[in-house]
């Protein structure tokens, strides 16, 4: 092989490779834009979840307020169901007793 195309296949190569580092830093920059974009969306996600949790914990404070409320209706409820059954059987009792 001549000098001269010995010379055009390196110059060859150096320009392949000198496209293919062109477009490994174009990548890499790329990369670097989406780290980024991620980034601030992650910082924005972990506010937005802060406020979240904050707001969450206040529900719940109200929640045990509301809990208490019916577990308060709930023996109420118990008490009327022992006297819907309570008395009917008093009434009977009562019934029977005025016969004899």
């Known amino acids: ?7 055009r296949e390196l110059n060859r ?8 580092l062109t ?4 990548s890499v920059g790329d ?4 780290l980024s ?4 969306t992650l910082g924005k996600q972990e ?3 802060k406020e979240h949790m904050r707001r ?9 307020k509301v809990h208490s409320h019916v577990t308060v209706v709930q023996g109420i ?6 006297i819907a059954v309570v008395a009917p059987v008093i009434g009977a009792v009562t019934k029977l007793m005025k016969f004899w």
Do not use: A, F, Y
């Open 13 to 20: 190569k150096q320009d392949d490779q000198l496209v293919k």
């Open 47 to 49: 506010e937005n979840l």
């Open 23 to 26: 477009s490994l830093e174009t």
């Open 1 to 7: 092989m001549s000098m001269k195309r010995q010379l």
């Open 77 to 82: 409820g118990s008490i009327l169901k022992w």
């Open 56 to 64: 969450t914990e206040l529900l719940e404070k109200g929640m045990e």
């Open 37 to 40: 974009t991620i980034s601030v």
């Open 31 to 34: 990369v670097h834009k989406t």
